[in-house]
């Protein structure tokens, strides 16, 4: 899938070196679009092996990557681009109809980091038009009182998308808590029979997971192609591991999951052309793990304490960038990639859901 059009900003090519860009993209024919990632039924394929005539040699594993540059996805940029669009298109919606997305949030507890990650998505709320309700309850509560401010939620016809930001405190069982979500409702796609969906071939789950989808929509609009690549997914959560191994098998690569059981885990991961590294251990993947020329998303955002932060701390990625950079071909940054992006997979998770609840094209 190749590249039609490559934005770069006169600014980035004055501040970033000559052998990293960051990258923006569009397609001609999907312009008028807001993502550019197709609906998974549409993917489905009959899986028909064609018969091996004889033995063959089999071929180098890794090839050299003498490229002058390495391209780092900018999550801010693409996702800008995405929020554009929703903005329109709850513009349409508000004119026609009179009405406009809506998104519950839930949080508990006081995580600065989740309390940092709930204060974005409002602001994105309020940047594309969509109205936005947070409850806050206290980290002690019983999951009695998070299941009620769900159900209010679940009845309330104005809002269309619910949310309960994760992790919860540990004294609360969260499949109660997200069972709880209407299915209609569960923008963050962790409904049992939304994951179901996104697991059979020929099935569409109502809501894909922000995160995995934010990744994949990156590779697509990088020009990565993923069928028939070796893809491999560090780390097993339902939240990113689970969810972004199985989008990766409904595009047809081929995926390894890699865990904390896992023997040999850089010898397994420096032969894939895409990782997605989601063990929330900072710096866990260095350089010797990453095959020349590979993709690279790196979803680990690990609050690190640093006081010289103005919220104290600061997000740590999975990757150790300074060594990967260095050998992939694309890589995400953190703070700046996949985090933009789950939150623009929302807004669309949202605006989908409103869609579909008032009948609005």
């Known amino acids: ?50 018969p091996i005539s004889s033995c063959r040699s089999i071929p180098a594993i890794h090839k050299s990557f003498n490229e002058q540059t390495t391209v780092v996805l900018d999550g801010k940029l693409i996702s800008m681009e995405i929020r554009s669009k929703i903005a329109a298109k709850v513009r349409q919606m508000k004119k026609g109809l009179g009405k406009v997305p809506g998104l ?110 934010g990744c994949i929509e990156l590779l697509i609009r990088s020009g990565v192609e993923i069928m028939g690549k070796k893809a491999v997914v560090i780390g097993t959560s339902n939240i990113v591991g689970l969810p972004a191994s199985l989008l990766l098998q409904r595009h047809h690569a081929t995926v390894t999951v890699i865990h904390a059981f896992t ?34 998303i790196d979803v680990g955002t690990t609050p690190v304490e640093d006081p010289g932060c103005e919220d104290g701390y600061r997000l740590a990625g999975d990757v150790c960038y300074e060594e990967a950079v260095k050998v992939a071909s694309i890589i995400t940054p953190v703070p700046g990639g996949v985090g933009p992006m789950t939150v623009a997979m929302l807004l669309c998770n949202t605006l989908d859901s409103a869609k579909r609840m008032l009948n609005f094209s």
């Open 1 to 50: 899938m190749g590249l039609v059009t490559v934005t770069w900003t006169n600014y980035l090519k004055k501040r970033i070196p000559l052998r990293i860009r960051f990258l923006h993209t569009l397609k001609g024919n999907q312009i008028g679009q807001i993502l550019m990632s197709p609906p998974l039924a549409s993917l489905d394929l009959p899986d028909i092996w064609s």
């Open 263 to 296: 023997q040999n885990p850089e010898q397994i991961t420096s032969e894939a052309d895409i990782v997605v590294s989601a063990a929330g251990v900072p710096n866990l993947v260095r350089g010797n793990w990453i095959k020349p020329g590979a993709a690279v």
């Open 104 to 213: 519950a949030v839930i949080l508990v507890g006081q995580r600065r980091d989740s309390q940092t990650y709930v204060r974005n998505k409002i602001m994105a709320c309020e940047e594309v038009g969509i109205k936005s309700l947070v409850t806050e309850l206290p980290t002690d509560c019983a999951v009695t009182d998070v299941q009620n401010a769900i159900m209010r939620f679940n009845k309330d016809p104005s809002i269309h998308g619910i949310l309960v930001q994760l992790p919860l405190p540990q004294h609360l069982d969260e499949e109660k808590v997200l069972d709880a979500v209407c299915l209609e409702k569960d923008v963050d796609g962790f409904h049992p029979l939304n994951m179901g969906n996104l697991a059979i071939r020929g099935r569409e789950p109502l809501f894909t997971p922000c995160t995995p989808k």
